[in-house]
């Protein structure tokens, strides 16, 4: 039976507030059967459940649309904007079989005419770590059928309806303001009283020049939108000067910044100075002042809906507490300190009895010092200011998060409160990061192969924080190459697309006049300690966009980014050495591998420069082809070829066949022969040469060479050493981070500077891609490769990941026999090509499906097939099966 699940817009379910015209309706199908592929679908829109079911007043209708696309693009009139939608989609499959989804509901947001409410502060001064508490009264008589609750603020928010929080963490997350301003919408129909309500929101303003925000100016800014029962819609509330400001607020502001780089501000909360009725409505007049209208211009900022989730809590959890050593305490001091037992993202939470005028400091590290107290740092910079504190009002209970910025840390230091803290009944600590949702599993019979994978995953939630980050303490900063690095784990793990599309939009609306980008954005980039530009990191902007597009299928993705790709590049390509065809050492600081890397940079020309110039070329050239600009592909594909010429003859060493690390240097780094290789860049005729070298050489690639280099090496007929470079618990490498008992991953390899880098999580991918052996083969895994390691060090591997098609799963497991089992579960929509010997090089004298031989050393393919296999065949590379979507079971015995 074919069924329907999983109905999105834009790739979101329920959207609230859908704001561009561009709207692609997507779906899963579900089916028992083998085979099931589909021929047709057709979508409906309507304004209500009832015109949508029963067919009347539908506003569109695509129509039957042949083909085994699951999406259909809406192609209708201009949308209303806070307008609710109704929708179902119906599919044929190719054996005629009928399904229709469920209806389901998408919102418009505001559009940039909608917005008419002002941009408000407490007052006209600017401060840097400056708060604002706003709130208004409105009175509602008439019944309300739906209700819309538009806000932003600059930097962050809290919004509340009626003493109940509405909005999530880190809201909204930092982009260019000058290109779009993010939003946050709210359906609040079922949180309005009859009679008089309250919005409040506690805002706060960074403004300190930081590494990952624009500076701006404070300002909140707030619509709520009502339908009432009759039809008729209103603008009910909108920020003015109609609104109350608090008078006196707990938190104080222009404190400290808690690190070097200025990413967060000192909470410091005086509980005294706040009445909670200041959420409810009739709270006293005389405890407020007028709201001003903040320096923004209404018009100034371009206002867009954020697409990302907000932050929010994941887990609870209660940390152990460790022995202080007397000699460390001063006298009359009050000392406690807590373990997490990891480090996470997020804050602490304290429950206890007040007890008025007591300040409760909070102190956050990843370490502790040699007399047993958490360290004055962030990460490996030194900040006397890395704490948050709260002063007591004395009630009877009293809790409290210093939840404005997120913090990260392993080790908790609380000083202040003269009575025993209990970890969990008084301290909790709550990890939180971008809700994503996490989609992937792996697991295996290697445990510090799945503590691996754990500490791969908890390190990615860690830094996502609003924006894919490279470390969740010292910088929250976004990087191209980090954010790259890291769509490994996110597109295999986590429902991740937007936050990745968000990094290409940042960078899009943060590119400079010449084309190139600042090194990391949202940031202060005119600030002298920022003012600073990678130029191999620039190039990995044509490789994210190629990422997220294959995950996806979206071709949307390729036209929305190509300008800025073919910007980026076309200003690198143009400074290239007439002479040699190469581009020289040109402004900002180069990398060619980090950390710490090995790799020699003598002379004008560096060979992994040029090499992901040229890998950059290659994909803006397949781009323009993909979006019908097929003159641009042509010229920048012979771009791409003058070009890889030009690295062949002034950087390949032709006679000891292998490249050197740049013009002026004899080296010959494993690392860049390993991402000549894997780039396509190397000729046929040397290509094994250069493999044979790269995999014999011992393991000099730091973190960013070391993908491409595992990815050759697994693809290329040297998985076993790929293999043993992941596990090994041996210094340097993942598995001696893992054996050293960290439960996240460090920037590097070495034991030193931050220890939850997510970069350095991509260990997660490869495991499921390369052993357990899931693989796209084509854009949005229209066609999977299945082509696990069996390798002898494992008695069994599973893996699983969510596609734009479904959930695709494998398990294999060696018996005792011999014989391996593999469990195979691909969703309806999909093809797959299964390669059980191409990894490993194992050959196979029989294979087996569901108890029927498909294959066998003597005879070849069997006459007759199971269902869903479509062919079966022995290749140089061994035996290859087609398959269709559905469940299979293989036995395979080895030769």
């Known amino acids: 039976m074919l069924t329907i699940a999983n109905i999105q817009v834009n790739g979101l379910i329920r959207p609230l507030g859908l704001d561009v015209p561009s709207l692609r309706f997507s779906w899963d199908l579900q089916s028992k059967e083998r085979g099931c592929m589909p021929a047709a679908s057709r979508v409906w829109i309507a304004l209500t459940e009832q015109d949508l079911l029963e067919g009347g007043s539908r506003l569109w209708d695509s129509g039957q649309k042949t083909g085994a696309m699951v ?155 009502v339908t009432y029962a009759d039809g008729a819609k209103e603008l009910l509330v909108k920020t003015d000067t109609s609104w109350q400001a608090l008078k006196e607020m707990p938190h104080r502001p222009v404190t400290r910044y808690q690190q070097h780089r200025r990413m967060s501000a000192i909470e410091d909360y005086d509980a005294r100075m706040l009445d909670p009725a200041w959420l409810s409505a009739g709270f006293a007049a005389e405890r407020c002042t007028a709201a001003v209208k903040a320096a923004i211009g209404q018009d100034e900022w371009p206002m867009c809906w954020q697409p990302i989730p907000e932050g929010a809590v994941e887990e609870d959890i209660t940390p152990i507490e460790l022995k202080v050593p007397a000699a460390s305490v001063a006298e009359g001091e009050y000392v406690q300190v807590f373990d997490t037992g990891k480090i996470v993202s997020g804050w602490p939470r304290l429950t206890l009895k007040g007890i008025a005028g007591v300040t409760v400091q909070l102190r956050y590290s990843e370490d502790l010092d040699e007399h047993g107290r958490v360290k004055h740092n962030v990460c490996n910079e030194y900040s006397g200011n890395y704490f948050d504190q709260y002063t007591m009002r004395g009630d009877e209970c009293e809790m409290w998060t210093p939840d404005f910025s997120y913090k990260a840390f392993r080790y908790i230091e609380v000083t202040g409160y003269p009575q025993t803290i209990a970890a969990g009944a008084n301290l909790g600590i709550q990890l939180a990061y971008t809700n994503m949702t996490q989609e992937g599993a792996f697991q295996c019979s290697s445990q510090l192969l799945n503590d691996m994978f754990a500490a791969s995953i908890q390190t990615q939630k860690n830094n996502t924080l609003g924006q894919p980050v490279d470390c969740p303490h010292r910088e929250q900063a976004q990087y191209l190459a980090d954010t790259d690095l890291q769509a490994e784990n996110l597109l295999y793990n986590f429902g991740s697309r937007q936050v990745l599309e968000k990094t290409l939009s940042d960078f899009a609306d943060g590119q400079l006049e010449d084309g190139t980008f600042p090194f990391v954005f949202p940031s202060n980039y005119e600030h002298p300690d920022f003012y600073l530009q990678i130029p191999e990191w620039d190039l990995h902007f044509a490789t994210l966009l190629w990422k997220v597009y294959m995950a996806t299928g979206d071709e949307r993705l390729l036209e929305m980014n190509y300008k ?146 595992l990815r050759m090496m697994f693809e290329n007929g040297h998985a076993a050493t790929a293999f043993r470079l992941i596990g090994k618990e041996e210094y340097p490498g993942w598995g001696y981070m893992i054996a050293q008992g960290a439960k996240t991953m460090w920037e590097g390899w070495d034991d030193i500077e931050s220890h939850c880098h997510a970069w350095n999580g991509y260990p997660a991918r490869l495991l499921q891609e390369y052993v357990a052996g899931i693989q796209s083969a084509a854009p949005g895994f229209a066609k999977a490769l299945i082509r696990p390691y069996f390798t002898g060090e494992l008695t069994f591997a599973e893996a699983s990941i969510a596609t734009v098609r479904g959930k695709v799963a494998v398990k294999w497991e060696r018996r005792q026999s011999g014989e391996i089992s593999l469990s195979l579960n691909l969703p309806a929509g999909m093809t797959a090509q299964f390669k059980p010997g191409l990894a490993s090089g194992m050959q196979f004298a029989q294979i087996y499906e569901g108890g029927a031989t498909i294959w066998n050393a003597v005879n070849g393919t069997a006459a007759s097939l199971p269902q869903g296999i479509t062919g079966c065949s022995a290749e140089r590379e061994g035996v290859t099966v087609e398959l269709h979507s559905g469940v299979y079971e293989f036995t395979l015995i080895p030769v």
């Not at 710490?596 to 940079?601: A, E």
């Open 71 to 225: 999406h259909l693009d809406y192609s209708g009139l201009p949308l209303n904007s806070c307008t609710r939608y109704w929708w179902k989609v119906a599919v044929w499959d190719e054996s005629g079989q009928y399904a229709e989804s469920a209806a389901d509901y998408f919102d418009t947001g505001l559009y940039r005419a909608d917005w008419k409410a002002d941009w408000i502060w407490r007052t006209k001064r600017l401060f840097v770590n400056d708060f604002a508490y706003l709130r208004k009264e409105f009175a509602l008589e008439r019944e309300v059928v739906e209700a819309k609750l538009f806000a932003s603020a600059h930097n962050f928010m809290k919004v509340y309806l009626n003493g109940k929080r509405l909005s999530g963490n880190g809201t909204p997350a930092p982009t260019e303001i000058k290109r779009r301003k993010y939003y946050v919408a709210y359906d609040v129909a079922a949180e309005l009283n009859q009679g008089m309500n309250c919005i409040a929101a506690a805002a706060h303003y960074l403004g300190g020049s930081g590494q990952n925000y624009v500076n701006g100016l404070p300002g909140f800014r707030l619509q709520l939108h």
């Open 564 to 709: 800025p790709a073919c910007e980026m590049i076309d200003y690198y390509y143009s400074t290239k050495n007439a002479e040699t065809g190469l581009v020289p050492l040109g402004k900002g600081w180069h990398i060619s591998d980090w950390p710490y890397p090995t790799v020699d940079h003598a002379g004008e020309y560096l060979t992994v420069q040029q090499v992901k110039l040229w890998q950059a070329i290659t994909i803006v050239a397949e781009i323009a082809r993909k979006t019908g600009r097929q003159q641009d592909g042509a010229e920048y594909a012979a771009k791409a070829a003058a070009l890889r010429s030009s690295i062949l003859t002034h950087l390949f060493d032709e006679g000891a066949k292998r490249f050197r690390d740049s013009s002026e240097s004899a080296a010959a780094h494993q690392g860049v022969n390993g991402l000549a290789v894997f780039s396509g860049l190397v000729s046929e005729e040397d290509r094994q040469a250069v493999i044979d070298y790269t995999a014999a050489k011992d393991w000099e690639a730091k973190t960013v060479l070391s993908l491409p280099l």
